[in-house]
């Protein structure tokens, strides 16, 4: 995959936590932050997942009315 540079700026503090994060781990400071973005996407997708699944359950009778249908216990309507 290409790589494109990215220039942040951020207080001194955050930039040395950054720098010995990424120590810690062995990577460099720029693997670290891509690691974290990462992280941050995939929990944005578990989120919404959640929420959409939350959704569906929470108005399932809505869906089985709507639908000519009906579903069984446990079963969503088609």
Do not use: H
């Not at 540079?5 to 951020?10: A, F, I, K």
């Not at 955050?14 to 941050?40: F, K």
């Not at 939350?54 to 088609?78: I, K, L, N, W």
């Amino acid at each position: 995959m290409a790589k494109t540079q990215l220039n942040v700026r951020v207080d001194q503090a955050t930039a040395e936590t950054a720098r010995e994060r990424a120590s810690q781990r062995g990577i460099s400071v720029n693997r670290y932050i891509e690691e974290l973005v990462r992280q941050d996407e995939g929990e944005n997708g578990r989120a919404f997942v959640e929420a959409a699944a939350d959704f569906m359950q929470r108005y399932e009778a809505v869906f089985d009315e709507e639908s000519d249908t009906p579903a069984g216990p446990g079963e969503s309507a088609r």
